[in-house]
């Protein structure tokens, strides 16, 4: 059976890389309409170069730029069927008492209230048209603790939070919404956040990194390509009574601790 994807329009956001390249190129391989958003022109230029997928720079952390994306994107694939929230960053790692403040507001600004400057520009029109999907971006560390990585985790458990609130306010007009749970990312984003953690701890690039895969009962990381499949079932009618969940797509993390 095929994901039925044809004539979806979908918006998906922090696309040029990464979970969210990799969705908009399966979206619109599939037959969907993509538009999507990167704050990296550089890296937006190089997904718009794929058939089937339009877009322009915004930044997620920026009110006035998400509503102009948001308008953007409703006139142009003239409704809307699926929204992924995907934009968010690392933060900061550290111990609770030695992270700055300001960057916690920053990471959660990003990694959550992004989602409330999107979701608001869609949900009316799905409730008119009584059907849509949102699927927001959180992670195993929404799952577990997550030490050295506080406001990232504090954000990522907020985005469960946010996305069963969702389904349960939206449910009765046929509008759901998930969260999927990656877990550790090939790539380069990973990289970077293994050098912070290994900052952080005093320990080596080389035992992080084996330790993100000890915990992991698969042994291995996740490509961007094995969330988007997720991603777009969920779209497809194979999802159609899926709401409310929390999906890890991860190998089974059995902890976040990576000693």
């Known amino acids: 059976m095929t994901l039925a994807l044809g004539g979806r329009r979908v918006i998906v956001t922090a696309a040029g890389a990464g979970i969210g390249r990799a969705t908009a190129k399966m979206f619109a391989d599939s037959g969907a309409q993509v538009f999507v958003c990167d704050i990296d022109e550089a890296a937006l230029v190089l997904v718009l170069k794929h058939p089937g997928v339009v877009g322009m720079v ?137 050098a912070m953690e290994a900052e952080a701890s005093g320990r080596s690039p080389s035992d992080i990194r084996a330790g993100f895969t000890r915990q992991v009962s698969m042994q291995t990381f996740v490509e961007p390509e094995e969330i988007a499949q997720a991603i777009c079932f969920l779209a497809s009618p194979l999802g159609n009574k899926i709401s409310g969940q929390a999906l890890p797509v991860d190998g089974h993390t059995e902890t976040m601790r990576t000693t």
């Not at 609770?96 to 520009?121: G, K, N």
């Not at 990522?156 to 069963?164: P, Y």
């Not at 990656?182 to 956040?193: A, F, H, L, N, Q």
């Open 58 to 194: 915004a930044d997620v952390g920026d009110t006035q730029s998400m509503d102009n994306f948001m308008s953007a994107a409703m006139e142009h694939l003239g409704g809307v069927d699926a929204l992924v929230n995907n934009a968010g960053i690392a933060g900061p790692s550290g111990r609770v008492e030695d992270v700055d403040p300001a960057a916690v507001t920053h990471t959660l600004d990003v990694d959550v209230t992004s989602m409330f400057r999107t979701s608001r520009h869609v949900i009316g029109p799905m409730k008119t048209q009584r059907s849509g999907l949102i699927v927001n971006i959180s992670s195993t560390a929404g799952l577990f603790g997550f030490p050295y990585r506080a406001a990232y985790a504090a954000a990522k458990w907020a985005v469960i939070g946010l996305t069963k609130t969702m389904a349960m306010e939206l449910g009765e007009f046929g509008i759901r919404a998930n969260a999927i749970c990656p877990g550790s990312i090939t790539g380069p984003r990973m990289d970077k956040v293994v």
